[in-house]
């Protein structure tokens, strides 16, 4: 039996650039391993891609492609800090609540 890493779903629009031009996809899900993408990108098994996900970067290899969706799998030479900035920026935003917001002030 294939282990696969747990995946977090999403539906976030993302930069990749290719070949020094910059396209636009959307973010499937993701895993520590890697990200599915859906979009046509003109590519191909084994080509890297650079991934853009809010100011961080993350380079990833083409492994599979299926009708509009693509799997990449993150590079084993990327820095686990790069990495995980990356996937930082992919979870949802949660806003800070504070006290006066709480008791529904506005903040200066």
């Not at 930069?15 to 990108?41: F, P, Y």
């Not at 799998?73 to 790069?82: C, D, K, N, V, W």
């Amino acid at each position: 039996m294939r282990y696969r890493t747990p995946r977090q779903r999403q539906n976030t629009p993302i930069g990749i650039i290719r070949n020094g031009v910059r396209l636009t996809s959307h973010l499937v899900d993701v895993s520590d391993g890697g990200v599915k993408l859906t979009g046509s990108i003109p590519t191909n098994p084994g080509e890297v891609l650079q991934l853009h996900a809010k100011g961080a970067t993350v380079q990833a290899e083409v492994r599979w492609i299926k009708g509009n969706q693509i799997g990449l799998q993150f590079l084993a030479g990327a820095s686990a800090a790069e990495k995980s900035r990356f996937l930082l920026r992919l979870m949802p935003q949660k806003q800070h609540i504070t006290a006066a917001r709480a008791h529904g002030f506005t903040e200066l």
